[in-house]
């Protein structure tokens, strides 16, 4: 494994409160593998950026004049990167036992695969999270928001593939969650990132289903992430129109399986 290092990268945006439980297991956890951290804060307003800095040196900490989002953020590392594979790593999350190890050493033995995603539970109870493998459709998409209800816990089960998740074992899926998921850099790299135009939400639907072409999409729950869920989407009127909006992005650049990606890129100061 030390032939290569594995990158990570972190977009943050006022997320103070969650960012040291993820750096601390970032670094405590991932012991098999030389691995490298960029964190990109999107000009956050209380003090992320030297709060990263304080509590892990080691990281790299590249600073974005406003907020250009999540994907955007992503993406400014992307001609960085030297590494074999590239974590997406959400500031609250926490990794389980030597995950980013586990997941490397799976592609290493797998070629063909291009994306892990892992095992997602809540950090109290261990429970999985119910998030989406399937492509977004609409029903699934109502039945998220209603969550409660036989019928919308019957849907939300098909669009979380939650039968193949019993056998414990991976299988290839459609769409993987952005709060954590490990992508071959090469490939990564030849799709150019993130879609840019999602500013927030949807852009990891799309960016699994891009990657998809390049090779194989994984869930893997051998290695196991915990996150802390707040769903603001729900709670926020601007994030949830921001969410409405890239739903409607999505929906157009993917309808009947036509694609189009921008070749906007907006400016940065790194």
């Given amino acids: 494994m030390s032939d290569y290092t594995v990158t990570g990268s972190i977009v943050t945006f006022n997320n103070m409160s969650t960012i040291e439980a993820t750096l601390r297991t970032v670094r405590e956890q991932t012991k098999g593998v030389p691995f490298h951290l960029y964190v990109i804060d999107n000009s956050s307003r209380d003090g992320t950026a030297a709060f990263v800095k304080n509590i892990d040196p ?99 089960a098909e669009y979380a593939m939650q039968d193949q998740m019993a056998s414990g074992r991976p299988f290839e899926i459609e769409n993987a969650t952005g709060c954590f998921m490990l992508i071959r850099t090469e490939a990564l790299q030849k799709i150019g990132g993130f879609d840019e135009r999602y500013f927030l939400y949807f852009e990891d639907c799309d960016i699994t289903r891009t990657l998809a ?18 769903r603001e989407s729900k709670k926020n009127l601007r994030l949830m129109l921001i969410q409405i909006d890239s739903m409607f992005k999505y929906f157009w650049k993917w309808r009947k399986g036509k694609e189009g990606r921008s070749n906007h890129v907006p400016e940065r100061t790194a």
């Fill in 58 to 156: 080691l990281a790299e900490v590249l600073h974005i004049h406003w907020n250009v989002g999540f994907g955007a953020g992503h993406n400014v590392v992307l001609s960085r990167l030297k590494s074999k594979y590239h974590a997406v790593i959400n500031p609250d999350i926490e990794l389980g036992e030597d995950a980013i190890t586990a997941m490397a050493l799976y592609m290493d033995e797998h070629p063909d695969v291009v994306m892990l995603s892992p095992r997602i539970v809540f950090p109290e109870s261990q429970e999985d999270q119910i998030l989406g493998k399937r492509n977004p459709r609409l029903r699934y998409l109502i039945a998220s928001r209603l969550r409660h209800g036989n019928l919308a816990k019957k849907i939300l």
């Fill in 213 to 230: 072409k390049e090779g194989k999409v994984l869930y893997y729950p051998d290695a196991v992430v915990r996150h802390v869920w707040k």
